[in-house]
């Protein structure tokens, strides 16, 4: 088995690197800069390629041979297209770490009809959140209204995962799904909600959370919303690109260390409610963790061409299993 990393040099990527040598997974580490792209290869014994994304050809050519791509390089509404189209012309499966729920959707819209799998939003929200909701709602059964929290506890996010985020697409675009469709909407349902594990009320705002745009894919749910835990006034109006060059390139191992990440799910019906629950530490630890993994059953035993969402590409319970042997916790209760 071989599995490519594109985005090596980052700040994840490099996570993956570590994670894919720790699991004595054979690599090839993809990216346009020499002198990084040998820095992140250091110690692990495994191939370089050099390839800017705007080259089709050398990005092609990079992933040729490879079973699966793990892609980390953000944002992905710029960056990810060119990255899947040169997987696919390469033969080889494609996951990646987004959590750009508008480019989630524009996959599924455009990819559709490929002989290779490509699942993306592998990363600590977008794989847990996707497994939890779809636990959920089918223990709900049919027709469920669903909302999926997410909170981040400390840590703080990494240059990348900054330049990533766009506060229109974030917040004011958030889509839900009703009636069968997503569109954008107004209020959230709820402006507070207290955690699993907190005695106290945080407060939640809507926001453009990736299992909005997976779950209803594979889970009867009725409506569904994704709501964010905590005050991000700070982000609101974006944060200036010199600002965020001026930043550490993310937090650092005590910092990740330290911090949490919470997925709150509650569907309802007919029959009740019905809460889905994973916590974890360090999300970009995580995140690693999660990617490689989901490239390696990818590479190992395949799954169904075209574009998947995390549940239909792999077993919820399985993978949630999975992560309990990286700490994680999770939980179903009626
Ligand atoms: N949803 C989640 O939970 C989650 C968790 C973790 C990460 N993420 C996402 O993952 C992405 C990466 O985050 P990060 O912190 O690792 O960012 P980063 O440190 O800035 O890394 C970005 C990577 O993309 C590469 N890159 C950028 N433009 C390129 C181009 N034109 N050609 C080739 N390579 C290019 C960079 O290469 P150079 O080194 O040469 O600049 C670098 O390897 C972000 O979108 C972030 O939001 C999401």
């Keep these: 088995m071989k599995i490519a990393i594109n985005g090596a040099t980052g700040f994840t990527g490099r996570l993956a690197v570590a994670e894919l040598a720790r699991r004595g997974i054979d690599a090839v580490l993809v990216g346009r800069d020499p002198a990084r792209l040998r820095a992140a290869a250091t110690g692990t014994g495994f191939a370089t390629r050099l390839a800017d994304i705007g080259d089709h050809q050398a990005l092609r050519d990079a992933f040729t041979g490879a079973d699966a791509v793990i892609n980390t390089a953000g944002p992905f509404t710029r960056l990810g297209p060119p990255v899947i189209r040169a997987a696919i012309a390469a033969g080889a499966h494609y996951v990646d770490t987004t959590g750009e729920q508008h480019y989630i959707q524009d996959v599924f819209a455009t990819f559709a009809d490929t002989d290779v799998t490509i699942v993306p939003a592998m990363a600590d929200d977008g794989g847990p959140s996707d497994f939890i909701s779809h636990l959920a709602g089918s223990t709900a059964g049919p027709k469920a209204s669903m909302t999926v929290a997410l909170w981040y506890r400390g840590g703080g996010f990494s240059r990348g995962t900054l330049r990533s985020l766009d506060p229109t697409a974030l917040f004011d675009g958030a889509l839900r799904y ?15 909600l207290t955690f699993p594990g907190s005695n106290t009320p945080t407060t939640v705002g809507k ?8 779950v209803p894919r594979h889970t009867d749910v009725t ?21 965020i060059d001026a930043l550490p390139e993310g937090p650092d191992q005590a910092q990740r260390a330290a911090s949490t990440w919470t997925i709150a799910v509650e569907a309802t019906n007919d029959g009740g409610a019905v809460r889905g629950t994973v916590q974890g530490r360090d999300g970009y630890a995580t995140t690693a963790v999660i990617a490689v993994e989901a490239a390696r059953r990818l590479a190992a035993d395949g ?10 590409a792999f077993d919820p319970e399985s993978f949630l299993g999975f992560l309990t042997e990286h700490g994680a916790r999770w939980a179903v209760e009626t």
């Excluded at 069968?180 to 402006?191: I, V």
């Excluded at 926001?207 to 997976?214: F, G, N, R, S």
């Excluded at 799954?303 to 239909?312: E, I």
């Design 178 to 192: 009703e009636h069968g469709q997503w569109a954008t909407y107004g209020d959230a349902s709820r402006a507070v």
């Design 207 to 214: 926001a453009a959370l990736p299992p909005v745009a997976t």
């Design 223 to 243: 409506r569904m919303e994704g709501l964010l835990g905590g005050s991000f006034d700070a982000l609101k109006n974006g944060i200036d690109p010199a600002t």
């Design 303 to 312: 799954a169904k061409p075209g574009v998947l969402a995390p549940s239909q």
